[in-house]
């Protein structure tokens, strides 16, 4: 019993900590100034945009827009997606083979 409130505790404290620390980042407006940094760089990129259009230079839309996809890939997701591939097809050979042996049942 002793060992369970001890584990209890220690996830409890776990998941206070992670609280407090999304409930501060959330008032001291951390999310808040990201959100204005990319605000700030859009403004600077449509100014650059006009001043280009204004110099007569040839513009293109893409040179302008900030790429916003992020590549989260590592060494532990791509072991993540191959063991979820294979647990995908170990479920799946398994659930054709009730459903056709049930239906190998009804059929006869």
Not at 8 to 36: D, K, P
Not at 38 to 47: G, P, R, S, V
């Amino acid at each position: 019993m002793e060992k369970r409130y001890k584990v209890f505790r220690w996830l409890f404290l776990f998941f206070f900590v992670i609280f407090l620390t999304l409930y501060f980042s959330g008032v001291t407006g951390y999310y808040e100034y990201q959100n204005y940094q990319k605000m700030t760089m859009t403004e600077e990129q449509i100014k650059q945009f006009e001043q280009d259009v204004k110099d007569g230079k040839e513009v293109d839309v893409k040179d302008y827009l900030k790429n916003q996809t992020k590549d989260y890939q590592n060494g532990f997701t791509k072991v993540g997606v191959k063991v979820s591939t294979g647990i995908s097809k170990v479920v799946k050979m398994g659930v054709m083979k009730v459903f056709g042996t049930i239906s190998s049942f009804v059929t006869s």
